[in-house]
């Protein structure tokens, strides 16, 4: 039975599933295990936080919304695993271990907003809007983004582990 192993001198905050002596095939098991927990935690975290703040605060109907939310799944799927990329670095740079739940509050909430915010304007800039939208847009998704942070970082770790599991008892 493989034993589950952590990156980066056995940092919590990095969990690393599937590394085996086996070399290149538990390798590639893990990048497909962290591919498609990357890509399933952006899809659902993002339409569950968006669908919110779209029916409740936007005041889309449920139907706008999840047209909406289907709209935005290529780009979940583009930007999953670059962001879980992204932020595994930003933690090994700033030496989050998960000795300090401070550091993983900033941690995540740093690496959501630095990744995200970046898109949402040029999600916008296709849309049409102007410079002056962007920047009110920016600021209150600015907001939200980092509030957004850390919960998202504890679905993103947990949909890890569950994908590690289910890998590695095929």
């Known amino acids: ?12 905050g990095q969990v690393r599933f599937l590394k085996d002596s086996r070399g290149s095939a538990g390798k590639k098991k893990e990048r497909l ?15 569950a936080l968006c669908m919110c703040i779209e029916i409740f605060i936007a005041k889309l109907t449920f139907f706008q919304s999840v047209t909406a939310r289907i709209a935005a799944i290529p780009v979940n799927l583009i930007t999953g695993r670059p962001y879980g990329l992204f932020r595994d670095r ?34 916008l800039l296709c849309a049409g809007a102007t410079w002056k939208q962007i920047a009110v847009s920016s ?3 600015s907001a939200v983004f980092s ?6 970082g504890i679905f ?6 569950v994908a590690g599991n289910v890998v590695r008892n095929l």
């Open 90 to 123: 930003l933690f090994l740079a700033l030496e989050i271990d998960g000795t300090k739940p401070w550091k993983l509050i900033l941690g995540d909430t740093l690496a959501f907003v630095i990744f995200q915010v970046p898109l949402y304007v040029i999600v």
């Open 139 to 141: 600021v209150f998704m």
């Open 33 to 47: 295990c962290f591919l498609i927990a990357d890509i399933a935690a952006m899809i659902l975290f993002s339409t």
């Open 1 to 12: 039975m493989r034993k589950k192993e952590r990156a980066g001198n056995g940092r919590p």
């Open 156 to 161: 993103l770790d947990f949909c890890r582990r």
């Open 147 to 152: 509030l957004a942070g850390r919960p998202y």
